[in-house]
């Protein structure tokens, strides 16, 4: 998801269904019982007492969706980077770590040695 916030873009990986778990049982399983009393589980989407169910097809589909974001996105530890802005503008750096949802943690060779900053992702370049 790409999002402005203080004037600067920024792209972020959400969860596309937050809380949410698929399971793929049929009706008649034990096991919905057991998914039932599982710690943290407030209830199961469905209609009329029954779980709804969703095809294969709208499945596959979703995770396709993933497939592709996740190989359009994201910016990989080991990763060679550039940092485009502050007081490290044009230096080359690797990252290493994201650092909550709007820093990260790079490093770049500065006096022979590899010295870990944290940086704005902002300020981050493929």
Known sequence: ???????????KLEPLFPGYL??????TDP???K?????GVLRIVGFANKPAPISDAVIQHI???LDSVAEQ?????GQ???????????INAIFQAYDGEERAIVLV???????SIRVPVSAIKK
């Open 1 to 11: 998801m790409e999002k402005i916030k203080g004037g600067k873009r920024s792209k």
């Open 22 to 27: 698929f399971v793929n049982l049929e009706q």
């Open 31 to 33: 096991m919905w019982s």
């Open 35 to 39: 998914l039932r009393s599982t710690r």
């Open 63 to 65: 995770k396709d969706s």
């Open 73 to 77: 996105g994201g910016i990989k530890p």
């Open 80 to 90: 060679a980077v550039q940092l485009s802005e502050g007081p490290f503008e044009g």
């Open 109 to 115: 060779s500065f006096m022979q040695k590899q010295q």
